[in-house]
């Protein structure tokens, strides 16, 4: 498509429940990258893709966060047994390359709240 | 220290002023620089990349200087549309990710 589509776009979760957010990138572009927004506008990056490879995961909790970008799906991010801090929106972006000085698109995100 | 540091506001100005933002980095293998502007807790959207030479969108101008690790953007004639949050971004070295500020607030009033 020619957006980043990222589904749901509110997701309500009782603490200690799984979420799964999903993203699809703009067709063409090879990079998807996931980042969390938090109160004050403080974004951070949690792991990016290539394809289906993982390019970068250095944001990513070690425990808890998964990702997964498979052929011919929309990629996902996994979050197992949330805690009240995984409250944020969930931005996923895409560029069509990997050049640093290639902007990247990003999709509505997704208002996750654990309560 | 923060990677990338902004005031962060509010900057509440009539339409029609000119108003600027000013950004430091931190990290000297900063290789890209974008200023992106966010509304309302909704997706960033990119404004301007911002080069060397420094460079003019309409109404928008971007400066980088890389002795002093400081990005600005200045925007003339200020209208009610451009109340946002601008958020001064890098990218560094070999990563793709973007390195955001904490963004700076603007509030155009009538």
């Known amino acids: 498509g020619e957006e980043v589509a990222q589904t749901p776009k509110h997701l309500v979760r009782g603490e200690g429940q799984k979420a799964k957010l999903y993203c699809a990138p703009i067709?063409?572009?090879?990079?998807v990258f996931w980042y969390q927004q938090v109160l004050k506008n403080e974004f951070k990056f949690l792991i990016s893709f290539q394809n289906e490879n993982v390019f970068d995961e250095t944001g990513m909790p070690k425990e808890r966060f998964s990702a997964k970008c498979l052929p011919n799906s929309p990629c996902s991010l996994e979050i197992q047994a949330t805690k009240l801090e995984d409250s944020a929106v969930y931005f996923c972006a895409s560029s069509r390359t990997g050049d640093s000085n290639q902007p990247q698109h990003f999709g509505d995100g997704t208002r996750l709240s654990i309560l | 220290r923060k990677e990338v540091e902004q005031d962060p506001g509010p900057f509440n100005v009539p339409e029609g002023a000119t108003v600027a933002f000013n950004c430091t980095y931190s990290n000297s293998a900063s290789q890209s620089f974008f200023w992106y502007r966010q509304d309302c807790r909704k997706e960033p959207k990119l404004l301007m990349s911002?080069?060397?030479s420094g460079n003019e969108d309409g109404r928008f101008t971007a400066q980088l200087n890389r002795a002093s690790q400081y990005i600005s953007l200045l925007i003339r004639d200020s209208k009610l549309s451009d109340s946002a949050t601008y958020l001064c971004?890098?990218?560094?070295?070999?990563?793709?990710?973007?390195?955001f500020g904490s963004g700076t607030q603007l509030t155009v009033l009538p």
């Open positions: 067709k063409g572009h090879s990079y």
């Open positions: 971004v890098v990218t560094s070295g070999s990563a793709r990710q973007l390195t």
């Open positions: 911002v080069y060397s």
